[in-house]
């Protein structure tokens, strides 16, 4: 969404194509502000036309043959001059046929997310699938890559395996990244409750980072018997999860239109990220917003945080637990960790600079082309 709006403040006119999934997504694009033109498309109950052996469930769940045909058509209405498509599994609309240069947006390396979540599987035949499933994804996702003009990665250590599977065409220049004036606290935090978790949980990395501290860390930080407030913020909650935060007494605050004051309003924020790939745009929310936070190695991969000057990195339940209570019992350690995060996401991810860096990009493509 901030690449739309960065260019379309350059003066550029973009078009969007959503796959939504209901009306009320359809709405929220169809009312996107500052955009020239914005086209949304509700996925219908659509047969694929891809042979279902080698084809990867997320892309098989998720393509249509309708959308290739829609992309074509809004190619030769509005003479667009380049095709920007989202994450993986869009690499199934990569056309050549118009002659327009293509770009791929790797929001993670899909491939190594399906990997880490399967091996945190038992034996049995749902690891085995998975990791069938995870070898179809690495061939598409490879094939895809190399098929497109040009692939923006998440960051410089993913650009770097791409680059190693012979994918020339790779940028790490314009990585994920946040509007950070957005988010920024114009005065004093208020910091009146205590630990944050935000997270959208139709994505499965959410929903495990969030039963692990429920099952583990929670219950070493509720048995030193401190009144600790805990806020979980996010759309699509499983049931029986949600049952499991209403019996810890946390506070499940669901989809939440003014993020800026949840964070603001919060002492601690966690990121126990266990599986995923890419880059956690919830650590750039946070860290714009001067959070202090708390998180795991992987949960801060690729974003140059360093542990101890722009956050806490625990990786185990009782060193999670114990960097949770010191930033709680240290006003002044929150205070450095979240002006110093703040800075480090400022000067290499807000979303004005990243946009004039997309821009050059996109002109040195069409140069090339």
Known sequence: MNTIWGLSKRGHEVHVLSLVGNNSEQTAMLSMPDVAS??????????????????????????????????????????IDIVQLEYTHSAAYLSKSAGTPTVLVEHDIAYRSALRRTLKLGLGLRKVFGLFDTAR?????????????????????????????????????????????????????PESKDILFVGYFLHPPNVDALRYFVSTVWPLLSRTGRELSVSIVGSNLPKDLASAVERCGF???????????????????????RYGAGTRIKLLEAAAARCAMVSTTLGAEGLGLRDGHDLLIADTPAGFARSVERLLDDSALRARLGVAAHDSVKRRFDWPMLAAELEGLYYRLLMQS
Not at 45 to 64: A, H, K, Y
Request: no cysteine; aromatic share 8%.
């Open 251 to 273: 506070r499940y605050a669901g989809y939440v239109d003014d993020l800026a004051e949840e964070l603001w309003s919060h002492r601690v924020f966690i990121a126990p990220i």
């Open 137 to 189: 994804l690495y061939r598409w996702e490879i094939k895809g890559a190399r098929t497109a003009d040009l692939v923006l990665a998440a960051s410089a250590e993913e650009a770097a395996i791409l680059r190693r599977h012979r994918i020339a065409r790779v940028t790490s220049s314009v990585p994920n990244g946040v509007d950070v004036a957005a988010l920024e606290p114009k005065g004093v935090r």
């Open 38 to 79: 914005s086209a949304s498309y509700v996925i219908p109950p659509e047969m694929s036309f891809l042979p279902g052996g080698l084809v990867p469930s997320v892309v098989r769940s998720s393509f249509r043959p309708s959308i290739s045909r829609h992309i074509d058509e809004m190619v030769r209405h509005y003479a």
